[in-house]
Structures are given as structure tokens and as C-alpha cells.
Nanobody, 122 residues
Framework: QVQLVESGGGLVQAGGSLRLSCAAS????????MGWYRQAPGKQRELVAR???????NYADSVKGRFTISRDNAKNTVYLQMNSLKPEDTAVYYC????????????????WGQGTQVTVSS
């Protein structure tokens, strides 16, 4: 069974940094795109950053210049380096995999991790 497991969340002061990791485990042949989304209390889930297997990236305007997404295709892992954090970055951050082909030939779309909490204090 394929799983996405996030790590690296926590509590940090404004201006600080955190690095999130998301490792996909199970029988995986390839993953087209991986990304990070976040959901703050009372708000809809929103895209933070996304990266394709070819390493094309896109970011939410609110995080451009502060966050960097990267991936290790060999490890099926995606990272999110978050610098200059602001209180408004506080949310649960979810890892997403899209176009994940398993070792059995099944293709999974829009596959989610359980989320990791990021809290930025002012």
C-alpha cells in the first residue's frame, strides 16, 4: 500500500525556518508531480508549491522568495524549505502526489498524506 508520510513540522518564531519532508513508500514506479498544500483553520486548502518529475516548479504568490520546493526522485521524497516564516503561514501542511504509478501498474491521482502542523508565533 502506498503511503505519504510527512515530517518536519513544529513551532517556530516569526522569521525562523523549517524544512518539511514527505516520503512516499510502498511499491512505486514513478511519480509525476508532488506538492505541498496547506489549510489554516476556517480556510480552504490551498496550493503552496508543486514540482514535477522534470523539476518544473510553481509557487503560491504568498510564499515566493521564501519557500523552496525540491525532490529526490530516487527516494520518492519531496521537501519544502520554509524561510522567513510569518504567523500567516500557520496551517496544517499536506503532501500531495499526482500521477503516481505503482509497481503494479496502477495510477493514483491526487494522493494525500496525513498532514503536519506548522505553527509560527509572532
Amino acid at each position: 500500500q502506498v503511503q505519504l508520510v510527512e515530517s518536519g513540522g513544529g513551532l517556530v518564531q516569526a522569521g525562523g525556518s523549517l524544512r518539511l519532508s514527505c516520503a512516499a513508500s510502498g511499491s512505486i514506479f514513478s511519480i509525476n508531480a508532488m506538492g505541498w498544500y496547506r489549510q489554516a483553520p476556517g480556510k480552504q486548502r490551498e496550493l503552496v508549491a508543486r514540482i514535477t518529475s522534470g523539476r518544473s516548479t510553481n509557487y503560491a504568490d504568498s510564499v515566493k522568495g521564501r519557500f523552496t520546493i525540491s525532490r529526490d526522485n530516487a527516494k520518492n521524497t519531496v521537501y519544502l524549505q520554509m524561510n522567513s516564516l510569518k504567523p500567516e503561514d500557520t496551517a496544517v501542511y499536506y503532501c500531495n502526489a499526482d500521477g503516481l504509478m505503482t509497481g503494479y501498474g496502477q495510477i493514483l491521482y491526487d494522493y494525500w498524506g496525513q498532514g503536519t502542523q506548522v505553527t509560527v508565533s509572532s
